[in-house]
T-cell receptor, first 112, second 114 residues
Framework: TQLLEQSPQFLSIQEGENLTVYCNSS?????LQWYRQEPGEGPVLLVT?????EVKKLKRLTFQFGDARKDSSLHITAAQPGDTGLYLC????????????FGPGTSLSVIP | NAGVTQTPKFRILKIGQSMTLQCTQD?????MYWYRQDPGMGLKLIYY???????DKGEVPNGYNVSRSTTEDFPLRLELAAPSQTSVYFC?????????????FGPGTRLTVT
C-alpha cells in the first residue's frame, strides 16, 4: 500500500492548457516536497512546503500544502513542452527516525 | 562540482551473479541514500547512511548490502541477483533533514537481471 497517493497517474495535455496534480495521504507530514524527473535522469527538487495552508509559486507553477499537512497540489498555468516529466511528491515524517516517503508520481506529457 | 555520480549507467546480470553499484558525492553531505524505482511505484528506500561508518535499512533492504567508509562514497552491493531486482537504482545525498532539506540525485543505474 502507498502511504502517499498521487493523481492522476498519467496526464497528456496540449501546450497552453492549465492542469492540477494532487498528492494525498492519511498521514501528517512535517514538510512536503515536489520533485520533477526527466527521462533518464534523477529527480530534481522544485519546492518544499512546510506550513499548513502554505502556497508557493515558481514561475508558472503554484504549490499548495493542505491545512492539515496531509495533502498537496501542484497547479501549472499555460503548460509548455518543457514541463513534460514525472512529478513526484515526497513527505517528511518524524517517526523513530526522520524519513522521507515518495509518492508513485504523475507522468505529464505536454504536446506542442 | 560533479554532484552525485553513479556507475555503471547500465548493467545486465545473470541470476545469481553479484555486482556493486558505485556512488560518489562531492558536496560533503553527511546523509546518503539508495533508492530503487519501479514503474508506477515511485522511489523505495533501500538503505541510508547518516555519516561515515553508519548505515541503516530502509523499506526494501533484502538482497542488498551497503558500506560507508568515507563521506564521499556509498556503494550498494547485490550478492545473488534475482529477477525481482531488475529496476532503476538512484543514489542521493543531502544535509540532515530540516527546513532547507534537499536530496540531490545521481543519474541512475538501470539494472536488468535475466
Amino acid at each position: 500500500t502507498q502511504l502517499l497517493e498521487q493523481s492522476p497517474q498519467f496526464l497528456s495535455i496540449q501546450e497552453g492548457e492549465n492542469l492540477t496534480v494532487y498528492c494525498n495521504s492519511s498521514s501528517v507530514f512535517s514538510s512536503l516536497q515536489w520533485y520533477r524527473q526527466e527521462p533518464g535522469e534523477g529527480p530534481v527538487l522544485l519546492v518544499t512546503v512546510v506550513t499548513g495552508g502554505e502556497v508557493k509559486k515558481l514561475k508558472r507553477l503554484t504549490f499548495q500544502f493542505g491545512d492539515a499537512r496531509k495533502d498537496s497540489s501542484l497547479h501549472i498555468t499555460a503548460a509548455q513542452p518543457g514541463d513534460t516529466g514525472l512529478y513526484l511528491c515526497a513527505g517528511e515524517m518524524k517517526t523513530s527516525y526522520d524519513k522521507v516517503i515518495f509518492g508513485p508520481g504523475t507522468s505529464l506529457s505536454v504536446i506542442p | 562540482n560533479a554532484g552525485v555520480t553513479q556507475t555503471p549507467k547500465f548493467r545486465i546480470l545473470k541470476i545469481g551473479q553479484s555486482m556493486t553499484l558505485q556512488c560518489t558525492q562531492d558536496m560533503n553531505h553527511n546523509y546518503m541514500y539508495w533508492y530503487r524505482q519501479d514503474p508506477g511505484m515511485g522511489l523505495k528506500l533501500i538503505y541510508y547512511s547518516v555519516g561515515a561508518g553508519i548505515t541503516d535499512k530502509g523499506e526494501v533492504p533484502n538482497g542488498y548490502n551497503v558500506s560507508r567508509s568515507t563521506t564521499e562514497d556509498f556503494p550498494l552491493r547485490l550478492e545473488l541477483a534475482a529477477p525481482s531486482q531488475t529496476s532503476v537504482y538512484f543514489c542521493a545525498s543531502s544535509y540532515p533533514l530540516g527546513r532547507d532539506y534537499e536530496q540531490y540525485f545521481g543519474p541512475g543505474t538501470r539494472l536488468t537481471v535475466t
